[in-house]
């Protein structure tokens, strides 16, 4: 089934979003601590920042649930599949693997995509009136329900929480975040340079 317009500019936004939370310095390395230390997913994690910080509200136990409802077979089945393969292949040394690495990481890529789509149809529209606080407090609030209580109490979830007061107080359209001057494009793995500003990371 075709995706309705409006769900396709909200994935859009959530992977700009993405891109240019993610390129804020340490938070690539502290979201991919959480997640293979302390098993927390990466895009539900980005899913409660993006809410919040664009006045879509705050998540709660049913909300969460049906987000993680949504994800569930494609993270199961293809993405974290996919990423194990691709970390397994990352040391090898002849072209030929090195040629499949790279393909993988592109269906990696896709995958990761599709899965954003699939949790930006799982949110409400933004709400362009609300205040700067409220929408950084919303983002706050998803994130520690995102992280859970032990994750939450640690120090890469004290880094998150200095990148996300620094997003919100420097980004220039908070509801849409098409990306402005403040937002750099993130870091990807193992895409090259020239293609960095399309481009998600690999984790």
Known sequence: MAMAPDRRSAGAAFWRFSLAFYALPGVAAALIALQDRDGCDINLILFGLWLGITGRGRLDGGR????EGAIADLRGEVVVPLRRLRRRLADAQPSDIRRLRAAIGRLELAAERAFQRRLAACAGPA???AAAAERCAAAL????LCLGPVAAAGSEAALLRRALSGFAATAHDPPSLGGGATSPQRR???VSRSKRSRARPRV
Request: proline share 14%; charged share 5%.
């Open 188 to 190: 990807t793995v193992p």
């Open 64 to 67: 969460l649930a049906a987000a």
């Open 127 to 129: 709400d362009p009136a």
């Open 141 to 144: 609030a998803n994130l520690l």
